[in-house]
């Protein structure tokens, strides 16, 4: 059966607590592992699925989509690169949104106004923004008049 890990070590060379171990055993994003004496044993390949799972969830990825890939990886195919292509495109909607957000918050420190609600441009902004423009929109919007 060669060198087998219990729950404890697997958690020390991760750095992933036992609980979250547990928990992601239950999502299946770690397979069950054999049992000895009724105590978990995962072989060591598991710190490398754990390793996987880390950089996914520190890439953008959320653990339920984190298991889908690992399923889309363990079939044949390429379905994880359709799982790739959708959170790249969501990663670069939510760069676009905090893109604009930055902007804004640096032309709200530019404002020449001690109260910010004292600003026609910031008012005629989120007036934009309850008419359903997003940020980039609004700030669009205010800025080009």
Not at 30 to 39: E, F, H, K, T, Y
Not at 50 to 65: A, I, P, Q, Y
Not at 104 to 130: N, Q, S, T, Y
Request: glycine letters at 10%; aromatic letters at 6%; one cysteine or more.
């Amino acid at each position: 059966m060669g060198e087998q890990l219990t729950i404890g070590e697997l958690a020390s060379r991760t750095g992933v607590a036992t609980s979250a171990l547990r928990y992601w055993e239950e999502l299946g994003l770690l397979p069950a592992p054999a049992r000895v004496s009724g105590q978990r044993r995962y072989p060591p390949s598991a710190v490398g699925l754990v390793g996987l799972v880390l950089l996914l969830r520190n890439v953008g990825f959320t653990l339920r989509e984190a298991n889908g890939f690992i399923e889309a990886r363990s079939a044949s195919g390429d379905g994880w690169r359709e799982l790739y292509r959708r959170k790249l495109t969501e990663l670069e909607q939510r760069i676009a949104q905090a893109q604009a957000a930055r902007t804004a918050i640096a032309h709200g420190l530019c404002c020449p106004h001690e109260d910010l609600l004292e600003c026609r441009k910031f008012a005629d902004g989120v007036e934009a923004l309850m008419s359903g423009a997003s940020v980039e929109e609004a700030h669009d919007e205010v800025h080009s008049r």
